[in-house]
């Protein structure tokens, strides 16, 4: 076992907490960011020779810290560059700083580190793409494959999403107990934002995309480790967890979208399932319920099932129920209207679906489910008419096939 | 003799590792389990799930439930081992080797066991 690669490993998981304490300290993106690849560039060659220290987060800001403060002197050619001899005796300063930067601290320097990316001047894109790269430290060419755009495109989207948040400045006071949740509210959403660019990829591209997901579930832990008894994170990260337990079922051999219930539950990862499910029962404890824990807990209801018959659509229908009351929405009356199917039938289903028609016309799944239920109560040139604008709003080849089915089908019956 | 060897590492740091490195540490721990047990001197090992999803539950009066691990450290109890073994050094050695084969920070707690029960359907 090198000690390169145990170096990297642990590089890697300090980076959030010293990236965002070196962000307070110097109040600017691009140094603090200078200043940790600084300090991991000396721990490549200190730890090897000295060991590992006992808080590779705090020996990396400390060291961070000065080799910033060198750079900005030697820019400014006030004093010259510090020997690198004083930096060596890091023991004592090493456990005092780690006493200093106190839980309380870290945790808000790396909240603020998070909420700098989410600036509401920068769209969605470029948030996540800043998030990436600042706080998981993922390269500008793996943030640039997952994305299916060219390194230089990647490149020159971060930059200019760096300009704008350093125009906008960095909010540096500590914030309130207010401004804290609604912080965290905004960075929940955006590692959401993470993990969907990830999980909602099909086709030859998705085995790229997946590092998406993978680094969004790391987010979630690492909020919640920030966080520990607050239940909308325990509900997002059971939520993410939930997803991705699927992912090894979700897409067939060309990448084809593969629905739940075709699903082969045996593909699914139960390791992640039982960390999702332990997750949520944590999180209902506190019976403090968010739109995160209800949609953690319809997947875990989805996780429960050991075959597709076995789902308990009676509580889905519900907890969706309850989604709507929080969070009013066509899209989650839409899900609600396939629960209701299971339990009340296809003329209760309906009429959840047609109100939205006009909400969500453009909507490839409106159509796809309206067109289902029509053709089930017997109803064919609706059903024709709301298949074919489904294939219409189509977004992949698995959609396109799976209404055709559909279709045959309708064709088929009146033949006969 | 038994003993528990607990594992304790950084959580951060362990959960940070790609998964093709997490699979190779598996296997090379579990290339030295096979040999402890093909020796008869293997009891249950287990890998525990991170501290966020752990639950406290405090003992005494309002035996109060809380989230999150007993303890709140730089390292975290990832895992452990029971092991049958003649003497102390034994369970040394074996620690160390176990430690060689992570390759990463933290360290191995050996703890004699004072009483063990395991389920009837085990073994």
């Not at chain 1, 990260?237 to 939930?242: C, G, S, T």
């Not at chain 2, 406290?56 to 007993?70: A, H, I, N, S």
């Not at chain 2, 160390?96 to 390759?103: D, K, Y």
Request: charged share 25%; aromatic share 6%.
């Amino acid at each position: 076992m090198s000690d390169l690669a145990w170096i990297d490993g642990a590089l890697a998981a300090a980076r959030p907490k010293a990236v965002a304490a070196l962000l307070r300290y110097f109040r600017d993106l691009d140094t603090a960011e200078e200043a940790f690849q600084e300090a991991c560039l000396r721990a490549l060659r200190k730890w090897p020779e000295q060991g590992p220290p006992r808080d590779p987060a705090a020996w990396l800001i400390l060291v961070g810290r000065n080799s910033g403060v060198d750079a900005a002197r030697r820019a400014k050619r006030l004093t010259p560059i510090e020997d690198e001899a004083a930096l060596s005796d890091l023991g004592d300063a090493e456990a005092e700083a780690a006493e200093r930067l106190d839980g309380e601290r870290y945790r808000d320097d790396i909240l603020r580190l998070m909420f700098v990316c989410c600036h509401p001047d920068l769209p969605a894109t470029q948030q996540i793409a800043l998030a990436l790269r600042i706080v998981s430290g993922l390269t500008v060419q793996q943030i640039a494959r997952a994305f299916l755009v060219g390194d230089r495109a990647m490149e020159q989207r971060i930059t200019r999403a760096k300009a704008r948040v350093a125009q906008a400045g960095v909010p540096f006071e500590t914030p309130g107990a207010v401004e804290r949740a609604e912080r965290l509210g905004v960075v929940m959403k955006m590692v959401y934002l993470v993990f969907n660019e990830g999980y909602s990829a099909s086709g030859a591209e998705a085995r790229q995309r997946e590092i998406l997901c993978g680094e969004a579930i790391r987010l979630a832990r690492l909020l919640l480790r920030l966080f520990p008894v607050e239940p909308e994170v325990m509900g997002l990260l059971a939520l993410l967890l939930l997803q991705h337990a699927r992912s090894a079922a979700r897409l067939d051999a060309d990448g084809q979208v593969v629905l739940l219930e075709d699903q082969d539950r045996g593909l699914w990862n139960g390791k992640a399932i039982t960390e999702g499910l332990a997750l949520i029962d944590k999180a209902m404890r506190h019976r403090r319920p968010g739109p995160y824990q209800i949609q953690a807990a319809i997947a875990a209801l989805h996780a429960r099932a050991a075959t597709p018959e076995a789902t308990d659509w009676a509580q889905i229908a519900l907890l969706y129920r309850r989604l709507e009351e929080i969070e009013p929405s066509p899209v989650i009356t839409l899900n609600r209207a396939v629960a209701v199917l299971k339990v009340d039938g296809v003329e209760a289903a309906l009429a959840l679906v047609e109100p939205l028609r006009e909400r969500l016309g453009g909507y490839f799944y409106l159509h796809g489910l309206r067109g289902a239920l029509l053709e089930r109560l017997g109803r064919r040139e609706e059903a024709r008419e709301a298949f074919q604008r489904a294939i219409a709003l189509a977004g992949s080849a698995a959609e396109v096939a799976h209404i055709r089915r559909h279709l045959d089908r309708l064709a088929q019956a009146e033949e006969a | 003799m038994l003993y528990a060897i607990l594992c304790y590492d950084s959580e951060d740091a362990v959960s940070s590792w790609p998964k093709e490195k997490d699979d190779e540490v598996m296997a090379r721990l579990g290339a030295i389990l096979d040999r402890v047990e093909a020796e008869g001197r293997l009891g249950p090992v287990a890998r525990l799930l991170p501290t966020t999803a752990a639950t406290t539950v405090r003992k005494g009066g309002e035996q109060l439930v809380l989230d999150g691990p007993f303890a709140e450290t730089k390292e975290q109890l990832l895992g452990f081992y029971v092991v049958d073994v003649e003497s102390l050094d034994e369970a040394i050695a074996l620690a160390r080797e176990l430690g060689q084969a992570v390759g990463s920070g933290g360290a191995h707690e050996v703890r004699p066991i004072g009483h063990f029960r395991a389920p009837r359907s085990a073994g």
